[in-house]
């Protein structure tokens, strides 16, 4: 599943959300909390500070934090010029068929 267009991770999360909300699957809680960018991005270095102490790296650290607060986009771009491939379904119609589809996301359907 793709298309012609290069998405953002938030456009992506966004089709799931208006899939699962179409029926597909009960939707997932909303949080209603967040966390000011600066607090992550100070986690980030502290995180960066203890993983050169530890000499590993942490979970949270600068480059993860850039992660989730950038702008990255996902096309398909490569693929198309490297494989030739075409995607056959578009983003949204993927999403509503991948998660009406019982063996892709079975458990996903089962009631608790």
């Known amino acids: ?3 012609p267009c290069a998405y953002s991770g938030r456009e992506i999360y966004d089709a799931i959300r208006a899939a699962s ?5 009960p939707p ?16 980030g270095k502290l995180g960066d500070a203890l ?10 650290n600068s480059e993860v934090v850039e992660r989730l607060l950038g702008s990255a986009c996902y096309s ?10 075409r995607a056959r379904v578009g983003l949204a119609e993927g999403f509503r068929e991948m998660l009406n589809d019982p063996s892709i ?3 996903l359907l089962q009631a608790d």
């Open 51 to 60: 993983g050169a102490v530890l000499r590993r790296p942490l979970p949270l």
């Open 105 to 107: 996301c079975g458990n």
């Open 1 to 3: 599943m793709a298309d």
């Open 21 to 25: 909300a179409a029926g597909a699957v």
């Open 76 to 85: 398909p771009a490569r693929i198309e010029r490297e494989l030739g491939w």
């Open 28 to 43: 997932a809680p909303t949080l209603r909390w967040s966390v000011p960018a600066g607090v992550l991005r100070a986690g």
